[in-house]
């Protein structure tokens, strides 16, 4: 009811259009042009230029260098030094700036929250100037109205009108094509402004012609609009045809003009065309006097005239009369040289504009280079408001051409009175303003109540003034009136005001058209946003005759009272009462009321109490005055207000049911309860857990009457809806009605009764009354068989009500009212209460099917329906909801991994399809940390019947205690709980599909954290314990292609890359992880090769499984399930398989031992190409002999592995190895090695000869002894070792820091040639040299064993016997 300033619009890429237009000014144009920049990126510059630099821009405004040195920073107030143009339809904005400008265009747009909305986006960028040295002046935007017949209003093109300093003005279209350019006189063009046809308010008003005015320093030249208008129409038809055929555009002729001298003027700056005026014959009697003295002769009809103002300086404003018909319509030589040839010109339209054609052209642009400039008409000015000192900086006309606002370099805007030419109002203290006006029509709905209302609509008239120095907008009431709004919207904004609308409209065409027009816009730079004013009318009225103005007083009044919370009720009610009597208007009184009613202080006496006198007062006036809406609101509220105030009544115990009422026979739920009991026992305990909640949220705080309002509607025929709003307030309502029956503490078939009088469906009272219940299942566990009966008694109340259960429902249909009641079960998350609400309504539902069944039959048969059926089925899934509910909730053991506890329901479980409930299941073994095998334990037990009937007695055993830690009794009854569901899900959680599901869940949550190798290796574990090798496969082959070949290829490429195991940091960047995780990663990789490779060779033999569904849970309908998917997988490759097991093997090995090698150079180019494909594709696979090469790079490569392992067994600093990898210390690395020899055409028996050479090396020699049996090639063997123990003799004879007198003898004793070859040996091989001697002893036995007695060094090996056995003796 105030002014208010709407945004309709916003600019984009606002930066991108000030980096266009000022790129010779910006230093570092490398870092400004960045194309993704194009957002508005303008942060805090403005603010600071506010404080910084907005007091003194006088200066700063001025100087060129100022402005170079901001513009980066988009500190100064870039905007003021372009010319800004805005079409009055707001879909087109030009922006330029010396030769060059940027159009943008009206685009429409989704934000964030959905909603449409406006913005202008750049379209065009370009140079304008086509003379050098000429810069652009002045521009404005015309929008063209479209002249097809169904056209509403809306522009068909709008045309850029752009004045230059050389005194061109240029028209151009929307996407920057010239179509005319003319020299109108040879000085700058200071303002363009355009006048277009408004439809007269009254019958006397002269009818305004369209026109466009150009003003220059001392001449004024005027254009009719409807000539324009035609000729810019043709013009672009022309271009269009031109652009079409390929042709070159033919130079439209010149346009008609008329051109005034303006003179007795110094200096004019700003002009306004009013318009054509006609005195009255008083006024003409007055000027043909004062013109022509005492005897001058007086025309019989007053001339028409034209009237311009113009301000500036010597006088500050001038006022200029031309009449009409003094002047004939200018056109250039040219154009009169082809009048003549006019007509041929019309029929031969082909040759092109009035029959020129290009070499006549070419020859006129010979003759003359520039255009001849036609002689202005003089025009003297009439008379004007000197003042020396003020100069006049821009005029402002009013949409009604009666008033014109003019600014000053004074800081004064003044009011000027056109008809009788003098100043009649003065506002100071604006500086630099910038004016617009806005008309604003009377509402209709004010028409209606007001005296005039015969009379045409009333407009009123607003300035508006933007003062930038003080960064505020105003709003003036005309002519006199006070200032009825102000804004504070920043320094650097731009007020745009059109002061036109469409062009190309007259009094025919416009009939029935909604202009879309905004009067006055704001465009604020720093953020792009464009505004628009919006004032209601009543504003204009001045206080004392408007009763709308006294009524909003009123109102405020009233406003401020409900606000204010330290108010006595008593003084509430009192002054509400007064303020809502006393307001006049209907639409306020309607709009005090329901402030009143919305207001949560105002207790519901104080509102019963003003309705109601508010009521009587409408009641007893004339029925013809009172307003219908306002009467009907008031007799709607006063019944909702009874209707709260009348449940109130009934739940705060004023009035009691005799309790035997309530006692209703619960045979058959009895059974049902004591049946669930137990899981319902262990589900409440679950349940009962510490949570937290808001107080003003709880359900039990008492209900406003303002929300209760909020919530119910009268409808027409007298009964009441309630409006859903959120879950929250439903559900509170439903409290309010309903909670206290189910407590057993008001009397349920009275508050029926009040509510079916109120007149609200039962479908509704069924919802609220079923929404309470599944929301409040903690309470209702706590006593489970009193809330069912008052449940089972207020379910009946609710079906015996009119309108309930359909008179014309057969049982063998389905009811739509006991369907209603299902959906909501279905849906609820809360298991256990939907299961007491299926019980009760079951039994509802069995004693209304039998009542109606005898009443039809009169037999002693069971009525069967298809409605108990549903009923049945649906029980049946809330007992396995419940139960697996149960499970979901057991809470995790602390550490392990979090989450809430997932919430189920039976459309859930539907929609999740066949795989669902195994889905929700591995969640819960997940968040449990259940180790594999112990879930295979567990699942072992339910083939075991007995466990099934323990879990009867047992689930709900011991009462209330909470379960902080999970005691070995604890973790028994959780598992029950799984071994109860599984029997309840006997298909969907079979062991394999379990196992399944499990092993999806861990490899889903380690591509989450592939940090976790932990998780791989348990999905690994779970894989393995699926016996059907039909779904293994599937499995394997998802996880392979959907989580691990990507991280595998990277890993391979990224060692391949850097020639050995990569460090922590590369590894992180290419896989994902740390090398530690990366280890662990291909460890699991080998191992789930394998097991591809394993099931796939098992799939032949076996049939594959048959998947089914448990009855109740036929109706899944969702995603293919897990174990569905993996049997549709198609068989994979074998040989592939075993090609990715042998470099994953290979990478593995090369990680655990940090070793140098390139794996993929270890494979020829086919190998290499087979990598990372699909493994379920036939590759080209290498066959036959390998290149010698390489399998010596292959041997190295197993020979390094082996020596790593044999140094890792005696490595005191490596740690015990993770469960995902073995480690390096893994027994299984010298018999992986031996295949992968194998498979890698390396010689085995060279690998084993390896393996004991180093084990001896190590000082291990019992290892090595068991190896040596398998040695094949035992005399390659024995030389190794000889050598071996030389340097192990050489070492304890030479080398060792005691050398003992016994040595020295011992040595001078041996033979010369084994003396020699001892020292010759390098002991400092041998990674552990001291070796108690009876190994060595035993190592020289092996060694006479093993070497044949013709071998070379036979004499050799005895001689060394020899020697140990005597350093032996000597020890």
Known sequence: MSCSLLEFCRLQELKTVRDYLFLSQIPEPAEEKNP??????????????????????????????TVEEETTGQRAPWLQDCVVSLSPCSDLLVVAREQKAVFLSAKWRTDDSGREEMTLAVSWTGTLSTDEGECVSSSICIPLASQKRSSTGRPDWTCVVVGFTSGYVRFYTENGVLLLAQLLHEDPVLRLKCRTYEIPRHPGVTEQHEELSILYPAALVTIDGFSLFQSLRACRNQVARATAAGSDVIQPPPLAYKKWGLQDMDTIVDHSSVGVMTLCVFDQMKNASILGGFN???????????????????????????????????????????ASKLTSALISAASGWLGWNKHKNEEEALQ????????????????????????????????????????????????????????????????????????????????????????????????????????????????????????????????????YRLMGVNSVTSKGWQLHTQQVCLLDPTTGALRTVNIPFHLALSDKKSERAKDMHLIKRLTTILRSREVEPDILESEAKS??????????????????????????????????????????????????????????????LQLYTDIQNLHSGADREARSENQDSLEGIEDELSRVGPTLQRYAQLTARPSVSFAQDSPDSPLPAQAFLSQMECTDDGGLTVTRGSETEWN????????????????????????????ISPQQLLSLLLSVWLQREKEVLQKPEEAVRNLHT????????????????????????????????????????????????????????????????????????????????????????????TLLLVPPPQGAAGGAAPQCSIKTLLEGGTGGIADSVSKWVFRHNLAPERLKEILQKREDKEAGDQLEQRAGGEGNEQEEEESPEDTDRTAELLVAVCQRFPHSLSPDLLFAHCCWEYVVQWNKDPEEGRYFWLAIEHLKLVSSPHIQLGISAMMWSTFIVKRFSAAAFLTEKVGKAPKDRLCRRDVGMGDKAVTSFLGCCVQLLQILMEADSAVEDVAPPELSAEEAWCGAEGPASLAELALEQRG??????????????????????????????????????????????????????MDPGLVSMRQEFLLRVLTGWVQALVDPSSSAPPPSSGGPKADWWPSLCLELGSLLQVNPDILRRHIVCELYNQGLDLRAEEVMLEVEDKDVLGSQLLVLTGQRLSYSLLHSQSQTQA???????????????????DPSELRCPLVPLPQTSRLVGRLIEILPENHAQYSLALHLLEAVDALTTED
């Open 1132 to 1185: 994979v490759h074998y040989p592939l398989v075993q090609h990715h097991c042998l470099l994953a093997s290979l990478l593995h090995a090369a990680m655990t031992f940090s070793l140098k090698v390139k794996p993929l150079s270890l494979f020829d180019s086919k190998g290499k190409n087979a990598f990372f494909r699909d493994l379920m594709t036939i590759q080209l696979m290498p066959s036959g002999d």
């Open 1303 to 1321: 040595a020295m003898e011992l040595l001078a004793r041996l033979p010369p040639t084994l003396c020699t070859w001892l020292k010759a040996m």
């Open 296 to 338: 001058a002769s007086v025309k019989g009809s007053p001339p028409a005239m034209s009237r311009y103002v113009t301000v500036g300086g010597g006088p500050y404003t001038g006022f200029f009369y031309a009449v009409e018909g003094s002047s004939q319509p200018l056109l250039s030589h040219v154009a009169l040289a082809v």
């Open 36 to 65: 993704t920049e194009n957002e508005l990126s303008w942060d805090s510059s403005d603010w600071e230029a506010t404080w910084d630099g907005g007091e003194n821009k006088d200066e700063g405004a001025s100087s060129a260098t």
């Open 579 to 640: 303020v809502l009597l006393d307001i006049k208007h209907p639409a306020i009184k309607k709009q005090a009321l329901e402030s009143l009613l919305s207001n949560k202080n105002a207790p519901v006496s104080c509102l019963t109490s003003v309705t109601s006198a508010l009521n009587e007062t409408l009641k007893r006036q004339d029925p013809e005055e009172v307003d219908e809406a306002l009467l009907q609101l008031c007799s709607s509220q006063l019944k909702l």
């Open 732 to 759: 509170h309502l439903g409290s309010f009605m309903f909670w206290g029956c189910l407590c057993g503490k008001s009397p349920p078939h009275k508050v029926c009764d009040t509510l079916q009088q109120a007149g």
């Open 794 to 885: 207020l379910l009946i109340a609710l079906s015996n009500m009119e309108g309930a259960v359909e008179e014309s429902w057969d049982p063998q249909s389905i009811s739509p009212w006991w369907q209603q009641v299902r959906c909501m079960c279905i849906q609820s998350h809360n298991a256990a209460a939907a299961l007491l609400a299926a019980f009760v309504a079951h039994r509802a539902a069995k004693a209304s099917t039998t009542s109606r069944a005898d009443s039809k039959l009169q037999s002693e048969w069971e009525a069967v329906s298809l409605e108990l059926e549903q009923w049945v089925v649906c029980v049946r899934q809330l007992e396995d909801v419940l139960v697996l509910q």
């Open 368 to 499: 003359k280079q520039r255009p001849k400039v036609e002689p202005v008409t003089p025009l003297g000015i009439r008379f004007g408001l000197p003042d020396s000192r003020r100069h006049g900086e821009s005029i402002c006309l009013s949409p009604c051409n009666t008033l014109a606002g003019v600014t000053d370099d004074f800081g004064r805007v003044t009011l000027l009175d056109l008809a009788r030419g003098i100043a009649v109002r003065m506002w100071k203290g604006y500086r630099d303003a910038q004016l617009g006006w806005l008309q604003v029509p009377e509402e209709r709905g004010d028409r209606e109540f007001s005296p005039s209302a015969s009379l045409p609509r009333r407009h009123a008239l607003f300035l508006v003034i933007y003062a930038p120095r003080r960064g505020i907008l105003e709003v003036w009431g005309m002519q006199q009136g006070p200032r009825v709004g102000a804004f504070t919207v920043g320094k650097h904004c731009r007020l745009l005001y059109a002061g």
